[in-house]
């Protein structure tokens, strides 16, 4: 795997981005579209959204917002089906928190689906949640890392 991460500066490639998380999650996972958008898919100075490219072809993406003073929040993270199992789900992460540590920020937290915790744990992050909840009608687990 050789793929090249692409911090999101234009459009074109939000909408990459955007069309990875239409397959994984509104098609694959039945979240509905309109839960699934909201006010951080856009560029701007309050949202990080990376992009991975592997051989010109668009695999995963996941974006990082402000949480509180010193965290941040990953979110939307998507790999493409084909593309699973492979790494880029972890190179993906690994550069959501490269950003957010030159932001300043001292914590990762992020919203894991219970059936993806197990991916999580080993790159550090540790269930915080008393208990799993169900987001747009998946259980998940909150989780934290200290960056």
Same mark, same amino acid.
């Given at each position: 795997m050789a793929a090249e991460i692409v911090r999101?500066?234009?459009?074109? @490639?939000? @909408? %990459?981005?955007?069309?990875?998380?239409?397959?994984?999650?509104?098609?694959?996972?039945?979240?509905? /579209?309109?839960e699934e958008m909201d006010e951080y898919d856009v560029i701007g100075s309050n949202v990080h959204h990376i992009l991975l490219i592997d051989e010109?072809?668009?695999?995963?993406?996941?974006? %990082?917002? =402000? =949480?509180?003073?010193? /965290?941040?929040?990953?979110q939307r993270v998507a790999v493409m089906k084909? =593309?699973?199992?492979?790494?880029y789900g972890r190179v993906l992460l690994l550069a959501l928190e490269e950003i957010a540590r030159e932001l300043g920020l001292e914590t990762s937290i992020l919203d894991g689906q219970c059936q993806a915790e197990p991916? =999580?744990?080993?790159?550090?992050?540790e269930v915080i949640s008393t208990e799993p909840f169900?987001? /747009?009608?998946?259980?998940?687990?909150?989780? @934290?890392?200290a960056l």
């Open positions: 999101v500066t234009t459009e074109e @490639q939000l @909408q %990459l981005g955007l069309d990875i998380r239409m397959k994984v999650f509104v098609e694959e996972q039945k979240v509905p /579209a309109e010109g072809i668009p695999v995963a993406t996941g974006r %990082l917002i =402000y =949480y509180k003073s010193d /965290a941040a929040k990953m084909d =593309y699973r199992s492979k790494g991916f =999580y744990a080993k790159l550090g992050y169900y987001d /747009a009608g998946i259980l998940h687990v909150r989780m @934290q890392k």
